[in-house]
Each structure stands twice: as C-alpha cells, then as structure tokens.
C-alpha cells in the first residue's frame, strides 16, 4: 500500500504561460497526452498563485494531476494515484515515461522534457535514504528483520535485496552485508600492519571491524560499544560481516566492553595505557550520554583523547569521514586534526561502499613521536 507522485516536467516559451488564451491551449494540449496513464481528466481548478505563476488541478476516478506553470517557462506536473502493491508502476519509466518525454518535446518544441520515476508515499517500509550529499536513493527494501528503540538510539535492519541486510541507526545506513569495501577501507587494508598490535576501536557495534581485525593477528583488540542492542541484532541479522566474533564478548585476543568509549578513552589517559592503532568507528553523531556541545567541538574532543591514546612515533588513529563530494565538511574534518596539541601526519583513502553509492572518504593519522 503506497501513494505514486510521477513527476513530469517540461520547459516551454513564456509567452505560452503569460498568454492566457495560449496558457488555456497549453493545458487542453498537455491533458491528451496524460489521460491514457490517468484515464479521462476533469478540471477541478486552474488558478493564479503568487509570482505570476499558476496552478491548476484535475482528477479522473482514480488518479489526480497537479501542474504549476512557472512565468519564466517551467511547467512541474505531478501525476498521483494509489496502489494496494508497493510495486506496482501504473506509469512504468522505461517505456510510458519516454514515449511522454518524446510527445511533450513534439508537441510543446521543448528541448527539455523529464518524467521520473513514481515516487512511493509513505509505503510500510521506507526505501528512501540520501548520500552524503543529499542525493535521494532507493533501495529495493524487501522488510525489515530488527528494530528497537534502545535507549540511546533507533536501531533497525533493513532488508534489502541488492546490498543484503543493511544496518540503520537513527534512519542513517551504517553498514550492509554487501558493505566489505567501507570495512577494510576503514583498516587501510594491505597497507597496515596489524599483526602482534594492540588495537582499540571505538564504536563498531556492528562487528565487522573487529571480525576482519581478527584475521590479521593482532595481539589484542579492545571494542567498547556504548549499545549493546545494536551488537546483539548485528550478530544475530549480520553475521555474513561480523562472524562469530560476538557471540562472546570475552575471546582469546580480544574483548568487547558495553560502555562509553569517551568515558574509557579518559581512564586510558589516566593509567597511560596506549594503542598502536585506535579505530574511531562512532556514529557520525556520537552518543553521549552527557551533554555534548555543538557537534564539531564534540568530534574534535574525541579525536583529542583518541590521539593521546595512541602511541607516539608509530600509533595511529584511523576513521571513516564522509562522502567523497562533501569537499566542505571534508576540509572541516582536517581541520579537526590540525587543530590538536598532537601533531600527526594525516593521509586520506576513499573506497566506493556499495549500499551508500558513493565514495566514502576514510582517514589515517600517524601521531608524529614526541
Ligand atoms: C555501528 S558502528 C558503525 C559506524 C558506521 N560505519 C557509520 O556509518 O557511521 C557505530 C557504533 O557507534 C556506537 N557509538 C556511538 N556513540 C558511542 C559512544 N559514545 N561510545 C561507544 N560507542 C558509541 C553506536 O552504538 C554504533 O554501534
């Protein structure tokens, strides 16, 4: 069950919209060419709005056409109706929506005509997420297998028949099965040597970090996961990326500690203990369980107590960031780094994720020796 907008969208002369006698035959002309999607159309209302613009409305029995004539040309129509089936196109892209294009081009002279595909209105589950750069992306959702509302955040897990179970935490996708490529470009894989380490990773609920880990030998692996909600679904609904390595949260060279990594980060400080790699794998809004401040003075105190936790002359720290088109909070994440009292040599990756659809952006910085 899900509402169906069809966006049709043509450019035209002004004239024909400021003219009313050419408006009126611009509208007559357009209604032939949707009524075999819509069925036959009657006009409910055409009206002027503010900005020398106008609208106008028409309904047959099951769908309704809304059309907005811009006064510099532009004409968005949106075609809707209702489905009992999520999936079921009335007016399928590939073939109705070319041959529209194509008459509305012939018809109005128009170099620039568009018809997008049906946009689904509040199906049961929802397939929209963005890129990090506000790009609209739909995922073929099959259901959803988790979800709970822990008490730090909503945690689900979508199934989804391209990227396999995909991880979302606060509506944002974290990690799907599909997802090795952010996993191993989060580790700098084949470029980083991790055997014999002593490894932290902050966040990570999801497992996979500290799964590939384990395959490298490293001495030992220290995850502290403020939600231990999000650990218990992963490993049950993503265990093709997190293994078996959280069915027990005590292993032989690792362990998984439920609780604040920033509370933990500062205890380490205290004792003087440090890392030769500290992974920041956090939400991309941590989780703080006391009040946290504008979110870029939060990110740059955390990375402050992950750089002390990081030995000198060799640790280093390593995070994900964001999309590879985000140039601006990019810029903002190095500056994060510059502005420690810690001085490090910071080198930046990116890898195409699968379930995000973009190049990710991923950074290693090496804490230069005191
Ligand atoms: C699932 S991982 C993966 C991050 C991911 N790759 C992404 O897209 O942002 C993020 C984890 O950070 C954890 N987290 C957030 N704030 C935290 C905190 N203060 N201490 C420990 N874990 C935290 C969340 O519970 C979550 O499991």
């Keep these: ?144 297998v988790f979800e709970e ?35 191993h470009g989060l580790m700098n894989k084949d470029n980083e040597d991790f055997a014999g380490k002593e490894i932290l990773i902050l966040g990570g609920g999801d497992g996979a970090l500290l ?15 403020i939600d231990d909600v999000v650990m218990k679904a992963c490993r049950k609904h993503m265990k093709s990326v997190c293994g078996t390595c959280m069915d027990n949260y005590d292993g032989e060279n690792y362990k998984i500690i439920v609780g604040d990594a920033i509370a933990y980060m500062k205890d380490y400080i205290k004792e003087g203990k440090q890392f030769d790699y500290v992974f920041g794998d956090l939400t991309d809004v941590p989780i703080s369980p006391t009040p946290r401040g504008q979110l870029w003075d939060f990110l740059r105190t955390i990375l402050g107590l992950g750089m002390q936790c990081v030995k000198p002359g060799t640790g280093k720290y390593m995070t994900h960031a964001i999309g590879i088109q985000c140039a601006s909070a990019l810029k903002m994440f190095e500056e994060q780094f510059e502005a420690q009292d810690i001085p490090v040599t910071l080198t930046r990756t990116s890898h195409y994720v699968p379930s995000f659809m973009e190049f990710w952006c991923f950074y290693q910085a090496t804490r230069k020796a005191a």
């Design 1 to 144: 069950m899900a509402g169906h907008s069809v966006p049709v969208d043509f450019r035209v002369n002004p004239a024909k919209i400021s003219n009313p006698v050419e408006r009126k035959t611009l509208l007559q002309d357009m209604l032939p060419l949707i009524e075999p999607f819509t069925g036959s159309l009657s006009e409910i209302s055409v009206c002027e709005v503010p900005g020398g613009n106008f609208v106008a409305l028409y309904a047959s029995d099951t769908m309704t056409l809304s059309v907005k004539l811009y006064s510099n040309g532009l004409v968005t129509a949106t075609v809707e109706y209702y489905t009992d089936q999520v999936n079921e196109h009335k007016i399928a892209n590939d073939t109705h929506g070319r041959a529209l294009e194509k008459q509305l081009m012939a018809k109005f002279g128009c170099s620039v005509a568009k018809v997008l595909p049906a946009i689904k209105r509040a199906p049961p589950v929802n397939p929209y997420f963005t890129s990090s750069d506000d790009r609209l992306l739909e995922y073929d959702v099959d259901g959803i």
């Design 149 to 183: 509302q822990s008490e730090f955040q909503k945690v689900q897990i979508y199934s989804t028949k391209s990227f396999g179970n995909l991880l979302v935490l606060d509506d944002l996708q974290n990690l799907a099965e599909k997802d090795l490529p952010y996993t």
């Design 211 to 225: 799964w590939e880990l384990l395959k490298e030998k490293p001495k030992f692996v220290t995850m502290i996961d």
